[in-house]
């Protein structure tokens, strides 16, 4: 296949609706949360809850990237791109959210988060141009470091896992 264009949808935990460029990378905030990417947009720095000022997001040293796509027939043997490897990376505000834009050598991908004041979460959506001639067998997005306790106490913790038709991980702090 010389042309695939992938898209996915997933819901995060918030509503945004707020665009900025702070200090650091580019932010969205809703009433609730305010979500802010890296400076180098290789991935989520917070996600803090606005009336308790928790981070949800874990600190990390070495950026995740935003998303990971593998590249190939076999997922064992094939090639690994992620937003940290991309040649070119841009991010333009829009009512509604931000659009990345990340370049690789024949693919492009399109990272979109959106939002609205009156809607109860965060959209995270992919588009993948692919012209590399290998279909992309595993598309990873968004990626998203989480602290190991959620809570105050990570016994009624839960993180939900979107990957097929999803996934519940209940005390994830036990499991990593």
Known sequence: MSHLAWRASCLLLACVCAVAFGAGGPVVE???LRVALRPDLDGVATIVDKRTGRNYAA???PALGLYRILLGRDPGKAR???SRDAA???VESAPDGLTLRFTHD???VVCRVLASRQAPGVRWRIEV???TGQPACVVEFPLVA???SLGRSPEDDAVLYPSLE???LWKPSRHF
């Open 88 to 90: 070119a990376r841009s």
């Open 59 to 61: 600190p990390v040293g």
């Open 80 to 82: 690994t791109l992620s």
């Open 106 to 108: 024949k693919l492009t």
């Open 146 to 148: 989480c602290a190991l």
């Open 30 to 32: 809703s009433r609730d």
């Open 129 to 131: 141009e692919n012209k």
């Open 166 to 168: 999803g996934v519940v």
